[in-house]
């Protein structure tokens, strides 16, 4: 009877609907025809006894079939049960083992296997999704900082070597003019040797020309080595290929990596956009404030060159006290257009050969302020704006317009008074001549700790 049980246990669903089918319908029915036959028939003899056995054989019959269907339900119930758990987010779920065979107990397994993967699978984008997050986070903290975009680029190409595994990466950015591929950062040994070449030749030309991403084994590189691949792409347009190869493991690349690098490769494109139109930005900035210079000098040819020469100054006394290049170009720029503001100023008085009226020297005294209010708008020039409005203020506080003491002014503002005073000292203007540079210097030295920042004047004096 064991060995009965257990082969049904091992019957196929169809054999044992079918078995079921016969026990509960099929046997009882042929039996319950027996009794009727023998008790419809002339000779038809039964006895009580016969008949109960009759009955206990259909009873019998029937719980066997009933047994047999109950664990076909259970089993599929079970099943039901846990694609709802599954359906409802729980992939962790696994189905109990049973004793039956046959097609439950192969989708049971199924779905247990289809269980164990989906966990699997979600480990491993939950693993991708902290990998790009600590991407993201490192590359966020450099853009917050980065002045150079060559080391913002190396920074990205490391991190993500590093992240993914690989022993090697580059970063190769299109010429247009060329149409070429050229590298612009180059991270461990390499493997892949070309440094430039046309788009659409070789592997890495064909990825720019094409536009997609490609991953390829070993077998499959001509290298010996994994290779990954990832165009850079902006507004349908390709600017590069961010390119790794060779994983430290000795393994290929897999779909998981691809997905990484290729959700990277959007950001590094939006960051060389951003780069782009930053130096957009910049071209645009140096060529309004040359246009603006030139505005004042056509003005005033009594002061043509003043403000590139404030700016020359500017810029050796401000390295002298080892400032950082932001602040270097800060007063360059704004020496530039410091006297901007002339341009509200009326010619007769600009050109006037003798001394100024006090009204006249009121109105003079405007131009700074009329110079910030010209650039107020732009917001390029926004840290340029006190530079142009102050470097008419003295130590002492005996300058225009607002007649600052020497506690009120930074450094730079101190170097680009100073600047500008000496270059208007050794300038002719329409009411005198030009001092010589021996006679500034002394003028200089004359007035420092009143007028004038010691420490500037001193190493003004020595560079000049």
């Not at 009873?59 to 269907?69: E, R």
């Not at 060329?178 to 030309?205: A, D, N, P, R, Y």
């Amino acid at each position: 009877m064991g060995l009965k049980m257990k082969s049904i246990k091992h019957d196929t669903i169809w054999r044992k609907f079918l078995l079921s089918a016969v026990l509960m319908s099929l046997l009882p029915i042929l039996l319950l025809l027996y009794i009727v036959y023998f008790v419809t028939t002339p000779r038809g003899e039964i006895n009580a006894a016969q008949i109960r056995w009759l009955i206990f054989w259909i009873m019998c019959s029937a719980l066997a079939g009933f047994w047999i269907t109950k664990n076909m339900i259970k089993s599929f119930v079970q099943l039901s049960k846990g694609f709802k758990t599954v359906a409802n987010g729980n992939y962790s779920v696994q189905l109990e083992k049973t004793d039956e065979a046959g097609e439950i107990d192969e989708l049971s397994k199924a779905f247990n296997k289809i269980t164990s993967r989906l966990e699997d699978n979600i480990r491993e984008l939950q693993r991708s999704k902290r990998l790009i997050q600590d991407i993201l986070s490192r590359v966020g903290r450099a853009v917050a900082s980065f002045q150079d975009i060559d080391k913002f680029l190396e920074l990205i190409v490391i991190t993500t070597i590093e992240t993914i595994g690989a022993k090697n990466g580059k970063l190769m950015l299109t010429d247009d003019e060329q149409s070429e591929l050229i590298t612009k950062i180059s991270v461990g040994k390499e493997q892949i040797q070309s440094h430039s070449l046309k788009i659409g030749e070789g592997f890495l030309g064909s990825v720019v020309k094409k536009g997609k991403p490609v991953v390829l084994p070993k077998s499959e590189s001509g290298y010996g080595v994994s290779v990954i691949c990832v165009p850079l792409i902006y507004s349908n347009r390709t600017n590069g290929i961010i390119v790794l190869n060779d994983k430290l493991d000795s393994t290929d690349f897999t779909e998981d990596d691809l997905f990484i690098l290729s959700d990277l490769a959007s950001h590094i494109s939006i960051a060389l956009e951003n780069y782009r139109l930053s130096l957009d930005v910049e071209k645009t900035y140096i060529e309004t404030i040359n246009a603006l210079a030139m505005a004042v000098d056509a003005r005033d040819p009594y002061t043509r060159g003043h403000s590139k020469r404030v700016g020359e100054y500017c810029e050796r006394i401000a390295k002298e006290f080892g400032l950082d290049e932001d602040t270097v170009k800060m007063l360059r720029d704004a020496s530039i257009v410091h006297d901007i503001g002339k341009i509200g100023i009326p010619d007769e008085i600009l050109r006037k050969t003798t001394p100024l009226t006090k009204d006249e020297l009121k109105l003079i005294q405007q131009h700074p302020l009329i110079g910030e209010n010209i650039l107020k708008p732009i917001r390029s020039f926004e840290k340029l704006r006190n530079l142009i409005r102050f470097h008419h203020e003295r130590l002492n506080g005996s300058g225009y317009p607002e007649g600052l003491d020497g506690q009120e002014l930074s450094l730079p503002l101190k170097i680009m008074i100073v600047a500008d005073a000496f270059d208007a000292m050794t300038s002719n203007r329409p009411y005198r001549q030009a001092m010589s540079t021996l006679e500034a210097k002394e003028e200089l030295r004359r007035h420092s700790g009143t007028l004038f920042d010691k420490e500037v004047v001193e190493k003004f004096i020595q560079i000049i």
